[in-house]
Every structure is written in C-alpha cells, then in structure tokens.
C-alpha cells in the first residue's frame, strides 16, 4: 500500500463519517461538494469529517483508486465507501441514508 493509500485508510478507518470533497465544508468548491454537503446536514451528521482534497493532489489522484471511482465528492461511513452525490441525494430521498447515519456500527 502506497503513503497516499496508506494516509487514505487512515482517515476512512480513523473517523466513522468522512466526506472527500471539493473545498471545505463551510465553502465547497463544486455543485457536487456542495450537494452532498446539503444532504449530509439534512441528516443532521455528527462528527463529520471532510478532507479538501484541492489540497493535496495526491490525496485528489489516490482516493479516485481507493474506491475505484473515478469521481469526487466521495462518502464513507464506518469505513465502507458509500457513494458520490448522486447516489447520496438517492439515498437520502429513500430514507436510507438517514439509517445508515444513525445507525452504530
């Protein structure tokens, strides 16, 4: 496992909810990132955790290998990959990613 790999799973691993996005969490720097923001504190998330990653290009180039996506925002809950915005947006319209959030591992 790469550094970048490595720095990746530490993260997802290390916090029960991470979202890799574009920007931060107060000034996402795409649609996308500001979407999935907008979903998450619909759900009301705790502990949320996010990782710019327009700040580390490595981290941008690693975690579309991590997951085997090729887009960002990308979610993670209790160290599963969950999805991107549209299927955040798809999820939280079903209900389930309301009991994915609140649910304790």
């Known amino acids: 496992m ?16 991470v979202l ?18 907008q979903v998450l504190n619909a759900c009301g998330v705790s502990g949320l955790t996010t990782v710019n990653v327009l700040e580390d290009e490595e981290v941008r180039q690693g975690i579309k290998q991590y997951a085997n996506w090729p887009t960002i925002p990308q979610l993670y809950v209790d160290g599963a990959f969950v999805g991107g915005s549209d299927i955040m947006t798809e999820m939280y319209q079903s209900g389930e ?5 609140s649910a304790r591992a």
């Open 2 to 17: 790469s550094d970048v790999q490595k720095r990746i799973d530490d993260l997802v691993k290390g916090n029960r909810v």
């Open 20 to 37: 890799f996005m574009k920007g931060t969490a107060e000034f996402p720097m795409c649609g996308f990132s500001g979407r999935a923001m």
């Open 97 to 101: 990613l309301q009991q994915l959030l």
